[in-house]
C-alpha cells in the first residue's frame, strides 16, 4: 500500500471516529445518558480525546508516541468495553441498527494501530 494512501486512510478514519465520539459527547452533555462513565467520566469524552491527539499528532507529523499512546489507551477501553459487552456486563451505546459502538471503536482503533505502523514502516529512510 503506498505511503500516500495510508496517510489518509488514517486521516479518514480519524474524522469518522472524531464526528461519532462527538456525537455521543454531545448527546451526553445534553441528557446525561450518552454514554457509560466511570468516576463520573463520560468514556466518549475520553475517546474523543483519544481520536483529537492522534489526528493533531498525525497532521503534524510527529509525535508517535502520543499517537499510539492515546490510540492504544482508547482500544483497551474499546477491548474492555467489547468484552463486558459480549458478556451482559455493561452496555455500550448502540447505533440505529443496534450494534453496539464499542464495537466499532475496536475496529476503527486497531486499524489505526495496525495503519499507523505499516504508515511508519513504508516511510523511506533518508
Do not use: W
Amino acid at each position: 500500500m503506498s505511503n500516500k494512501i495510508t496517510y489518509y486512510s488514517i486521516l479518514a478514519i480519524l474524522i469518522i471516529g472524531l464526528f461519532g465520539a462527538g456525537g455521543l459527547v454531545i448527546e451526553e452533555f445534553k441528557t446525561g445518558e450518552g454514554c457509560p462513565k466511570i468516576m463520573d467520566i463520560p468514556m466518549c469524552l475520553v475517546v474523543l480525546i483519544c481520536f483529537i491527539i492522534p489526528l493533531i499528532s498525525h497532521l503534524l507529523k510527529k509525535g508517535n508516541v502520543l499517537y499510539f499512546l492515546f490510540t492504544g489507551l482508547a482500544g483497551s477501553i474499546a477491548l474492555i468495553a467489547s468484552i463486558m459487552q459480549f458478556t451482559g456486563h455493561a452496555e455500550c451505546p448502540k447505533t440505529a441498527s443496534g450494534t453496539p459502538m464499542c464495537y466499532y471503536s475496536l475496529l476503527l482503533f486497531s486499524s489505526l494501530i495496525i495503519l499507523k505502523i505499516l504508515y511508519i514502516k513504508s516511510k523511506p529512510k533518508p
